[in-house]
């Protein structure tokens, strides 16, 4: 029954809202036209009393009650409880409309998923809307007041066709305390699911959309019962009626003309109180407002016509999945089938209307040719870089190797190289070594064990990762290594600022150090590297300690790493320098 005036307000005349106000069906008007009629009336009386039935000292009295009346009805805070509680009614009766749930969407699922022109399919196709029909009958005839008056028994559901005598039998026979709208939906899903086995859907997934569309249904049905059942709290409903009730109790006598030669304020005897009159429609027009939509399923103006809707429902739904059941148009081609660019025609009336599309704000926007030239990008010079070094704690510190330094590197006195790797570098977990090197083998190094290492990567992340290894500090005996010397500090230089080396014991060049033999002083063991890349065949003897040598290359490097720049890390009693470029080899 909600009273509907869109086409009116369509367009926007002189007058439009105003048109609206002769209206008298759901109009304000309607609505509190006995309460206006009380108020004067009562008004009135008050008025006619203190003029013409009080005596002079009784009239001084009624003044002054008047006068405090008029200086305290201020302090009810009307507008304020008002606006808040409308706002939270209006919310609520939206929110109600929006969760009536329609069967169309259903409908169309059903009819699509469900095949069989037989009469078994029609009727599996027509039974599974019914019963969702049913349903929403159940549940309105529980919370609506026109609904339960058109069907006040299951007698009269079951002659309007919505079910038949079996099926109320078994509703009559089911017992629980509790609502039953639930019931036909439950009859649904199992002709879904019988449809499946009888092979009238051809997919599980089908199935499941059903389903699924069968509980949104029942979901929705359920919040509409708990709108009923939940309603706004019955203190916040008096605390508003008795603000506005109030409020004009204290006006009927706050608001009446007081004799002038009283010394009062007014000056000018109004018969009629226009402007109380106006406040009263206000206020009082609200709290009625709120009064109609706090239930939108009664019979009030506003209400929703649920009666037509239940109507509607099941005639649509039959025409869905019977009446249209894969049935459509022939296919033709479309009169624009081989034009791509097509303008859709207009009439004399709606060319007016016509516009062109939209391209976006900022489509005729200029910008000026000397603004539209790209930026030079920031770069850095080639001598300024960061980089991990390591320290004694073990800590990451990132440093400016703008000025060159040079890198003293213990030798042997016959000029092999002597170095102490720290345990820690091979005794990370495998979260690196499975990364990098998923064939590399690590063996158990004592703390005197020898060889030659140079830090060299060729990826980024790989360098992070092994700067990571490095950066940590050196670790007691576990998994078989023993404890060995804290780490030295290796830096990078630039060859290009320093003096080029006079003999011995001023520089070294990775020429002179012979790589194929690297012997450990307390022992003759070796061990031999073949390859570069971390596929490489690593083989290594059983002897105590551990010498790694690599053959025919000119470079240090440790086992099972690919080239790319890094450190060294050694410790020999012997020291010679040897110059390592920018790019991180040896020179």
């Known amino acids: 029954m909600t009273i509907t005036y869109t086409a009116s307000v369509a367009t926007s005349h002189f007058g439009t809202f105003i048109k609206l106000l002769a209206r008298w069906r759901g109009s304000i008007y309607k609505l509190m036209w006995r309460e206006l009629v009380i108020f004067i009336l009562a008004y009135y009386a008050l008025s006619l009393v203190y003029r013409f039935a009080l005596p002079p000292d009784h009239k001084r009295t009624f003044e002054k009650v008047a006068l405090y009346c008029e200086g305290y009805n201020n302090l009810i805070p009307v507008a304020f409880v008002l606006g808040f509680y409308v706002t939270i009614i209006l919310t609520r009766w939206w929110d109600q409309f929006n969760i009536i749930p329609w069967p169309d969407r259903f409908a169309v699922f059903v009819t699509a998923n469900v095949h069989g022109h037989d009469d078994r399919g029609r009727l599996m196709r027509r039974s599974i809307m019914r019963y969702c029909c049913l349903s929403f009958v159940f549940t309105f005839r529980s919370i609506c007041t026109v609904v339960k008056k058109r069907f006040p028994t299951l007698d009269h559901?079951?002659?309007?066709?919505?079910?038949?005598?079996?099926?109320?039998?078994?509703?009559?026979?089911?017992?629980?305390p509790h609502n039953k709208y639930f019931v036909p939906l439950v009859w649904a899903t199992s002709l879904i699911s019988r449809a499946r086995k009888e092979g009238r859907i051809q997919d599980d997934f089908a199935v499941k959309t059903l389903l699924d569309e069968v509980n949104q249904f029942r979901g929705q049905l359920g919040s509409l019962f708990n709108y009923d059942w939940i309603s706004v709290p019955l203190v916040y409903t008096q605390t508003v009626t008795l603000s506005v009730y109030t409020f004009f109790l204290s006006c009927l006598m706050g608001r009446q003309f007081l004799e002038p030669d009283q010394g009062f304020k007014h000056r000018v005897d109004i018969y009629f109180p226009v402007f109380t009159v106006l406040q009263f429609i206000f206020y009082m027009g609200w709290l009625k407002v709120a009064e109609s939509l706090i239930n939108p399923f009664g019979e009030d103006d506003e209400d929703f016509d649920i009666n037509s809707l239940i109507d509607r429902n099941l005639q649509v739904s039959y025409l869905i999945v019977d009446g249209m059941h894969l049935e459509h148009p022939q296919l033709i081609k479309d009169q624009y089938w081989d034009d791509v660019d097509f303008e859709l025609p207009y009439t004399a009336a709606s060319e007016q209307f016509k516009t062109e599309p939209h391209k976006g704000s900022a489509v005729d926007i200029s910008v000026k040719e000397k603004d539209s030239e790209f930026m030079p990008l920031p770069s850095l010079p080639e001598n300024q870089t960061l980089f991990s070094t390591f320290v004694e704690e073990g800590k990451n510190i990132m440093e400016d190797r703008s000025t060159p330094k040079n890198i003293p590197l213990p030798m042997q006195s016959d000029g092999s190289l002597q170095s102490r790797i720290s345990p820690r570098a091979y005794s990370k977990k495998s979260s690196v070594q499975e990364k990098h090197f998923p064939q590399r083998q690590v063996s158990n190094m004592s703390a005197s064990t020898t060889c030659t290492r140079s830090d060299l990567h060729n990826s980024q992340q790989m360098q992070e990762d092994t700067q990571d290894i490095f950066a940590m500090s050196d670790l007691d005996d576990q998994d078989g290594y023993s404890t060995s010397p804290k780490m030295e500090r290796v830096e990078m230089i630039d060859l290009a600022t320093?003096?080029?080396?006079?003999?011995?014991?001023?520089?070294?060049?990775l020429e002179d150090v012979n790589l194929n033999t690297v012997h450990n002083k307390s022992t003759e063991s070796s061990h031999t590297l073949k390859g570069s890349s971390p596929s490489s065949d690593l083989s290594q003897s059983n002897k105590p300690n551990n010498v790694w040598q690599q053959q025919g290359q000119s470079t240090l490097r440790s086992p099972g790493l690919n080239t790319g720049t890094g450190t060294c890390i050694v410790n020999t009693p012997t020291e010679k320098t040897v110059l390592i470029d920018e790019t991180g080899h040896p020179s």
Not at 164 to 172: G, H, P
Not at 499 to 509: E, F, H, L, R, Y
């Open 157 to 176: 559901v079951t002659e309007a066709g919505f079910m038949n005598k079996d099926e109320q039998k078994i509703i009559e026979g089911i017992e629980t």
């Open 498 to 509: 320093l003096p080029k080396p006079q003999g011995a014991g001023t520089a070294v060049k």
